[in-house]
């Protein structure tokens, strides 16, 4: 199955090794702001932001993930492609503990040692970092990322375009607003409202 990633950075290499791993996908290449002679193990970067229409169905090519940590950016990213028609695949590293019942959306990237436990529900175009842990029955929003070490407790509900930065600790049934950002390490223990955004 041929895909491309959107991106060209530290992201977009950790996205290549995972998607490597499982032989269902072929990375074709990559997509990046500006036209570079930029690589990633040996994969290239066949073009910028404005092909993508063009791109579409071009070879066999309909598949994506965009392997960007900036939410704003990867959300905007995000509407366009569906728009387009493109189809969102998971990036799930062979390390990762997911149960079965867990519900994951589109897009989603999952690196080296997740855990996820039952009855989780994960939604679209969600970044998890290595070593994150989300127990039972938490709900992860779309657009949300999760930094490395993240501990997510459970029932806690984390709203859409939320950003947890590293080994930080979402108590149990604690509510993160949408928008919000917590920062490195924090403890969580109560819930935080959800914070306008500037587009």
Known sequence: MNVIIIGAGSTASNVVEILRQNRVFEVVGLIDISMSDKEIDGI?????????????????????????GDNLIREKHFFKLRQIGYNFVNAIHNSAII?????????????????????AVIGDNVYISSGTMIKTKAAIGNNVYLGPG????????IKKNCRINGRAYITNRAVVGKNAVVPVGKIIEKNIKDISRKE
């Open 150 to 157: 993240v501990i997510v407790d459970g029932e806690t509900i």
């Open 99 to 119: 149960s079965e019942n867990v519900k994951l959306g589109e897009g989603v990237i999952i690196e080296a040692g997740v855990i996820i436990e039952r009855d």
């Open 44 to 68: 290239k970067v066949i073009g910028t932001h404005s092909i993508l229409s063009d791109l579409y169905g071009k070879d066999g090519i309909v598949n994506v993930i965009i392997a960007i």
